[in-house]
């Protein structure tokens, strides 16, 4: 099956500065990439996705890469804020399953 | 608004308890899943359902099952549960080629 890996474990940010996190995947079938933020104490939620024929999409301060002959797709967050901090989760899926990364827990430091 | 309810939010629990976590949908969604979350280890899933006869197990499904009794309802079970078990549950609803709406979530405690 897909094996999705996830880098830093953790990150610290002063705010202002970005933020990236890397994930690779290992099933050249995956074709949608969400990412998901979980805050402390709730539930995850989409805040940005990417499928296999995109190279790059932005929405505000937040961008996805993905190279597909690497295998390898980044979360990139500009001008941080310290509403920001939050774990975040990359995910790979060929249209069923959604395997995930292991999280990122990112500190945006005021 | 439409979104993914589950029941109980906490529950302690002893072990050899037989428990049942639910989850509903007002999504319209066809597919349901169930992960469980521990520190270090992300989301893994436990059961899947794109459908109201369709169950098919995940790569951590021992000492689980699932019921999917309707479209908008989707049911974990945990037969005999034990300490290793103790984790955040989380229900998922998408169609498919979308992304998750998870649920609230479920905190259970075994011991």
């Known amino acids: 099956g897909e094996n999705v890996e996830q880098h830093p474990s953790t990150l610290s940010v002063q705010e202002g500065d970005s933020a990236v996190i890397k994930c690779t995947y290992s099933?050249?079938?995956?074709?949608?990439f969400p990412w998901y933020k979980q805050e402390l104490g709730k539930r995850p939620q989409l805040i940005i996705d990417?499928?296999?024929?995109?190279g790059e999409k932005k929405d505000q301060r937040i961008a996805v890469t993905l190279n597909k002959t690497a295998k390898h797709f980044s979360l990139h967050i500009t001008e941080t804020q310290p509403e920001d901090s939050a774990v975040y989760f990359c995910?790979?899926?060929?249209?069923?399953?959604?395997?995930f990364g292991t999280g990122t827990s990112l500190t945006v430091i005021p | 608004d439409a979104d993914v309810t589950q029941t109980p939010r906490n529950r302690i629990t002893k072990t050899g308890k037989r428990i049942m976590l639910e989850c509903s949908q007002t999504?319209?969604?066809?597919?349901m899943y169930w992960y469980r979350q521990d520190p270090g280890l992300g989301l893994r899933l436990i059961y899947y359902?794109?459908?109201?006869?369709?169950?098919n197990k995940g790569e951590i499904s021992d000492g689980y099952s699932v019921s999917r009794q309707a479209q908008a309802k989707f049911s974990l079970s945990l037969e005999s549960a034990i300490p290793n078990q103790t984790a955040l549950y989380f229900c998922?609803?998408?169609?498919?080629?979308?992304?998750?709406?998870f649920g609230s979530g479920t905190r259970l405690t075994v011991v």
């Open positions: 999504k319209g969604h066809d597919r």
């Open positions: 995910a790979a899926s060929t249209g069923n399953q959604f395997y």
């Open positions: 099933d050249s079938a995956s074709n949608y």
């Open positions: 359902s794109f459908d109201v006869k369709d169950i």
């Open positions: 990417i499928r296999s024929n995109v």
């Open positions: 998922a609803t998408n169609r498919a080629g979308e992304g998750y709406t």
